[in-house]
């Protein structure tokens, strides 16, 4: 079956540091993906989405190749602020219509000042 | 304008006791979501429904029962509440086409004591 796996956190990063969350998934024919954060107390925001390969998406300095030779969904920033803080999750659809959407376990980002 | 709002945000109750949560989408979505999110944030699909209809039911206890009176709203029962029921559930709305994102509510914290 379809999976989603990324990697354990908490990560802890100073201010203005580089960031990479590892997501990798397994899917029959060409999924979705997508990475969603939630902020303490909220529900899940999109924070950016590709549909097929080699897709880069990207949204407030965050970006993540969709990588079809690699099965991976990697997300990164240049240099993360405090206020990206939260938990970040990354997940897949099945472009046919599953009528489900597949989570990693998600991966806790803090930023220090 | 809320897109996907939930109601409670919080729920506080004894074991033994039956509770609903509540759900509506006002983004004219043909597909609804309820998920559980454990105390890791690791975020588990429960039910879909498509058009009012249900079309996952990922090995949910019959305890839990949900209903869509119509397209927008899809309502969680839960009978005979135990301890380990404890957790966040989200609602969530998309397109039934996978390649769109999902939209989540804002989750309702539930805590059995």
């Known amino acids: 079956g379809n999976s989603v796996t990324q990697m354990e956190g908490p990560v802890t990063l100073s201010e203005e540091a580089f960031l990479t969350i590892n997501c990798t998934y397994t899917?029959?024919?060409?999924?979705?993906l997508f990475w969603y954060v939630q902020y303490p107390g909220e529900g899940l925001q999109l924070l950016l989405k590709?549909?097929?390969?080699?897709d880069k998406g990207s949204n407030k300095g965050f970006e993540a190749t969709y990588r079809k030779e690699t099965t991976s969904f990697h997300l990164e920033k240049g240099s993360v602020q405090v206020s990206d803080s939260a938990v970040y999750l990354c997940?897949?659809?099945?472009?046919?219509?599953?009528?489900?959407?597949?989570f990693g376990t998600g991966t806790r980002l803090k930023v220090l000042a | 304008d809320t897109a996907v709002s939930q109601t409670p945000k919080y729920l506080v109750t004894q074991m033994g006791n039956d509770k609903s949560i509540k759900c509506e989408q006002n983004?004219?979505?043909?597909?609804m979501y309820w998920y559980k999110q454990d105390s890791k944030k690791f975020l588990k699909i429960m039910f879909s429904?498509?058009?009012?209809?249900?079309?996952i039911n990922e090995t949910v206890p019959n305890r839990f029962s949900p209903k869509s009176p119509d397209k927008a709203h899809l309502n969680l029962h839960i009978n005979s509440l135990e301890l380990g029921d404890s957790a966040v559930y989200f609602c969530?709305?998309?397109?039934?086409?996978?390649?769109?994102?999902?939209?989540f509510g804002q989750g309702t914290r539930l805590t059995v004591v």
């Open positions: 969530a709305s998309s397109q039934p086409q996978g390649n769109t994102e999902a939209f």
């Open positions: 899917a029959t024919g060409y999924p979705s």
């Open positions: 590709a549909t097929k390969a080699d």
């Open positions: 997940a897949l659809s099945d472009p046919g219509g599953t009528y489900k959407y597949i």
């Open positions: 983004l004219g979505h043909d597909t």
């Open positions: 429904y498509n058009n009012k209809e249900l079309i």
